[in-house]
């Protein structure tokens, strides 16, 4: 699409699909920009009583940071403040500020920012340790007295926004994205991410468009501008023109039609046109979100990513009230299965009251499965609200990010002694309760073979097997074009531990972002896998697909795609099969 006068266009990577339109609300901008401007001889009086507000309102804060770090830490510490206090006495100072105000005409901020930057550089260039302490305590109380003059602008609860608008941020926390009212937040864009980042697959799970990796959208967008936002081709169209909506309104009409003809197939199986049968089930992040697997057409669920239990809140779940979310997804779903994932805290997901350290490489650190290991009274209820609630029949669980065979054997460790206690105390739970393992490192996949020995079922996470396996951090929007699953690596890998997992006799599911890509789902049922969890607004669209496939097209394709040395000609061919079988689902070109 052309670039018309006035409309201004930002790319980035499309992560969720749908367009919408509004006011944009820029967050997180927070550095404080110096009013100026001019006044009037009849407005000095009210400009210099304004300052004297604003050292008033100073001295109390002072005064009651001083009394708290006097409780907290002693006198001593406190007594730092008489220094901060003392400013505020500087008559020389204010003097200077008033005279400025009534010589140039000025606001009292611009004068009030002028003066004390002057006074601070002079007291800072002195060659003397004790009064370069006295700027930057004059810096630290001139700041305090600036925010009171401009007024600190108040953090925005994203959970309470009084309007509908599209929301431009930096970067966006899954924790933060979870707590999105979908009623304001029309659609979101941030700097940062890619595909598979956690507040990309919360945004497509939530349905909100969404686009990310824009870079420095959020510097250069304002508040209040409007704005297009198209989460098919990953774009942020300000001040569309008339043509733009135009052609917008045509894509909008298409995908009306699309979402019709996928209604058709949503209480259909997932069968291909050569009488295979696929299992499509769904990833879900909430207890509540059975009414959306159902309504959708998946067949239970392949993912519980049950982390976001645990974060927005101030206490950990403890095991009663995760029993009662448990069984409540499970008695909703029943007979289908649903694979409860224990804790996969870490990377991008986080707990603010777990002290969890910086770490330099948090995708490399203490994450899922080895924090548990470690917080063993967190895993132990966990395992034990699981255990209770599998009396419903059709519970079954997997470990995130396991490594080598001792982590499997922990963990399976950890759930025998849950069993003795539970038997102990008289509580039911299914003896039966099949545990399996995700494939997403690399050594678990090589290691397929005495994993799958060990367990009932694989879950192939290929979000984080291909960030792994490529060296290529999943949340950097820089290095975005070399995330690429269709890399003969990876292919090899899932390969390798389909292979693994029949030669076994366990089934094997795909619960990564690469299942719900039409372009990518006919590669993995070639491969063999037998499963495929996608986030359930994409249900319909891949079970349209599967119906429109045939295995041996599939199997064509894996075959090429396990002899090919391009990824780039493996990810051409998939895409030239998913188009000719199901067109209609590419249809979002503007
Ligand atoms: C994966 O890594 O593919 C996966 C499904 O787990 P998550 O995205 O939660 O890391
Ligand atoms: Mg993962």
């Not at 079954?396 to 001792?406: A, D, I, T």
Request: charged share 25%; hydrophobic share 45%.
């Amino acid at each position: 699409m052309p670039e018309l006068a006035g409309e201004r266009i930002y790319k980035g990577i499309p992560v969720s699909a749908g367009v919408c339109r509004g006011k944009i609300l820029v967050l997180g901008k927070t550095e404080l920009s110096i009013p100026h401007f001019k006044i009037s001889e009849d407005q000095i009086p009210q400009q210099i009583k304004r300052l004297e507000q604003a050292i008033i309102e100073t001295r109390k804060q002072l005064l009651d940071v001083q009394h708290k770090v006097n409780e907290g830490l002693g006198a001593e510490d406190a007594s730092i403040f008489d220094a901060h206090l003392l400013v505020l006495e500087d008559r020389t100072l204010l003097d200077e500020v008033i005279r400025l105000i009534h010589k140039d005409k000025v606001n009292v901020e611009f004068a009030f920012h002028e003066v004390a930057e002057r006074y601070a550089k002079a007291l800072g260039a002195i060659d003397d340790d004790y009064l370069r302490e006295r700027a930057t305590d004059m810096r630290d109380v001139t700041s305090r007295i600036l925010n009171n003059l401009i007024g600190r602008i108040p953090p925005i609860d994203l959970a309470k926004l009084s309007e509908p608008c599209i929301i431009i941020s930096e970067d966006l926390a899954p924790s933060a994205t979870a707590l999105l009212d979908k009623k304001m937040v029309l659609g979101f864009a941030t700097d940062v991410g890619s595909k598979t980042s956690h507040t990309a697959i919360m945004a497509r799970s939530l349905e909100i468009p969404a686009v990310v990796g824009l870079q420095r959208a959020s510097h250069e967008l304002e508040t209040g501008e409007y704005a297009l936002l198209d989460g098919y081709n990953g774009q942020i169209v300000v001040n569309p023109t008339d043509q733009t909506l135009f052609e917008y309104g045509q894509l909008v009409r298409k995908q009306v039609n699309l979402q019709e003809k996928l209604r058709d197939v949503q209480s259909q199986p997932a069968v291909t046109l050569d009488g295979v049968r696929v299992t499509l089930s769904a990833n879900i992040e909430q207890a509540d979100d059975a009414d959306s697997v159902k309504s959708f057409g998946a067949e239970g669920v392949g993912l519980f990513r049950t982390e976001y239990l645990f974060i927005n809140r101030t206490v950990l779940p403890n095991e009663e009230e995760q029993y009662v979310a448990y069984r409540q997804i499970a008695a909703a779903l029943k007979p289908q299965p649903v694979i409860i994932r224990t804790l996969d805290l870490g990377g991008d997901k986080f707990l603010s009251h777990l002290q969890v350290p910086q770490e330099m490489n948090p995708f490399l650190g203490w994450r899922a499965i080895r924090l548990c290991l470690e917080e063993k009274e967190i895993f132990r209820d966990q395992l034990r609200a699981i255990l209770r609630a599998s009396v419903e029949g059709n519970i079954k669980v997997m470990y995130p990010m396991v490594s080598c065979l001792q982590e499997l054997e922990q963990a399976n460790a950890l759930v025998e002694q849950c069993k003795d206690e539970l038997r102990a105390e008289n509580i039911p739970f299914s003896n039966d309760l099949e545990i399996g393992v995700m494939v997403e490192i690399p050594s678990a996949a090589l290691a397929a073979n005495a994993l799958a020995k060990r367990v009932k079922f694989f879950s192939i996470g290929t979000n984080d097997l291909i960030q792994y396996t490529l060296a290529v951090d999943r949340l950097n929007e820089r290095i975005a074009h070399l995330y690429e699953p269709t890399h003969p690596a990876i292919v090899s890998l899932i390969k390798m531990t389909v292979d693994a997992a029949h030669r076994n006799g366990i089934w094997v599911g795909v619960c990564g972002e690469m299942a719900g890509d039409p372009v990518l789902a006919p590669l993995l049922l070639g491969l063999g896998v037998d499963e495929l969890s996608v986030a359930p607004p994409l249900v319909p669209s891949i079970k349209f697909l599967i119906r429109r496939l045939k295995m041996e097209e599939a199997k064509k394709l894996a075959d090429f795609a396990l002899n090919c040395e391009s990824g780039g000609e493996i990810l051409k061919r998939a895409q030239a099969l998913a188009k000719d079988i199901a067109p209609s689902l590419f249809e979002n070109k503007v």
